[in-house]
């Protein structure tokens, strides 16, 4: 890599615990202004007030529990990406690249995927903590996740998101999102926490914010053979800005998508199987046929640990008619440990579910 003084320059953008309406415009004038070439390429951080961001196409009735997010003063909010609904507060510290196609090095999202989520992952281990990138986009410390990652072109401009956990409150995030009540027990509660770590967890003295930044910023613009400079918004975005909150922060957004709740019902089947009990309740998209989300639970033996969390995160979205394909795709290749346990056996398992829905 070149000397560092000679390297291109990025902005760095610290905007600091914000209200989600303002985080998401702020998504919003920063893709825009790289796209439009008035934003320079930008590596942000941020946080969220206590917030459930649902996914651009979702509906907040079919997703979020309601009367949790009021209870606890949740603000409900949509992002102007894709994707489920998600929990975030002062304890999970968001980083973002905005950047032209050229400076991302490629148009490969997978590529891009890798090169940040090494870069971040050497970031914590300066740190202290030994986390690894693990293919598609997570990174993570002994098998639990510490950091999920996202990101999507717009044009010529991409916009990718990471978030890591400093600290987490699994069963304040599990009560407001719309997720079955077995979910909620303590044993599921127990099986989440086994399943993500955070740096309060894993180091005895958490750093402060600033150094977290520091070593995130440097480790990501090494990985690219830039340097970053802090800065703020020039006029344009902040003009960009100010438009996207008058759209964002407003009932119209928010409640853009509305869909009843008895349209995604949660259907559900358990079998005693040689290696254990396996349930399965799937969050089904009644319009589409399409599965939205699905969750294993029960006392079933698999080895490694992980591997139907993996395999929820693999089904969502997908339409009834490829679910036994997607199955088998998803174990291809994988070394799973099951006690006999088959994938055709999973695959029936939440063929029993959908059958509900044919006879309702």
């Not at 610290?14 to 985080?23: F, K, L, P, V, Y």
């Not at 990652?149 to 009560?175: H, K, P």
């Not at 127990?190 to 914010?209: C, D, F, K, Q």
Request: charged fraction near 25%.
């Amino acid at each position: 890599m070149p000397d560092r003084m000679n390297r291109p320059v990025w902005r760095l953008l610290d905007t600091g615990t914000r209200r989600a309406a303002e985080n998401m415009a702020m998504n919003r004038a920063l893709l825009t202004g790289r796209q439009q070439n008035v934003s320079p390429d930008t590596i942000r951080f941020l946080a969220f007030e206590p917030s459930a961001l649902l996914g651009y196409h979702q509906s907040a009735e079919q997703e979020l529990n309601m009367a949790r997010c009021h209870e606890l003063g949740v603000a409900i909010q949509r992002r102007i990406t894709g994707g489920g609904a998600i929990y975030m507060d002062q304890g999970q510290l968001g980083w973002e690249l905005y950047l032209d196609r050229k400076a991302a090095g490629s148009a490969e999202m997978s590529v891009i995927a890798r090169r940040v989520c090494e870069a971040a992952a050497g970031g914590l281990q300066q740190l202290g903590v030994p986390a690894a990138y693990r293919p598609r986009n997570d990174i993570e410390v002994n098998g639990r996740k510490i950091s999920g990652t996202g990101g999507a072109f717009d044009g010529d401009a991409l916009m990718y998101q990471g978030t890591l956990l400093i600290d987490l409150d699994v069963e304040r995030m599990l009560s407001v999102l719309n997720i079955p009540a077995g979910k909620l027990s303590d044993k599921a509660i127990a099986s989440a926490r086994e399943r993500v770590t955070s740096l309060s967890a894993l180091l005895p003295e958490l750093p402060s914010r600033q150094h977290i930044v520091e070593v995130l910023a440097m480790a990501i613009t090494d990985a690219f053979g830039v340097t970053a400079e802090p800065g703020g918004l020039n006029a344009a975005e902040q003009a960009l800005y100010e438009q996207a909150l008058a759209e964002i922060d407003s009932p119209d957004w928010i409640d853009m998508v509305q869909k009843p709740a008895h349209d995604r019902p949660v259907l559900s089947a358990e079998h005693k199987f040689p290696a254990g009990l396996l349930r399965v309740n799937v969050a089904w998209d009644r319009q589409q046929e399409r599965i939205r989300q699905v969750w294993f639970s029960g006392d079933v033996f698999v080895s490694p640990a992980r591997t139907l969390v993996d395999l929820e995160s693999h089904l969502r979205d997908t339409l009834a008619d490829r679910m036994p394909e997607a199955v088998r795709t998803f174990f291809d290749g994988r070394q799973v440990d099951m006690l006999g346990l088959q994938p055709d056996d999973i695959a029936g398992l939440l063929r029993q579910a959908l059958q509900q829905e044919e006879t309702a």
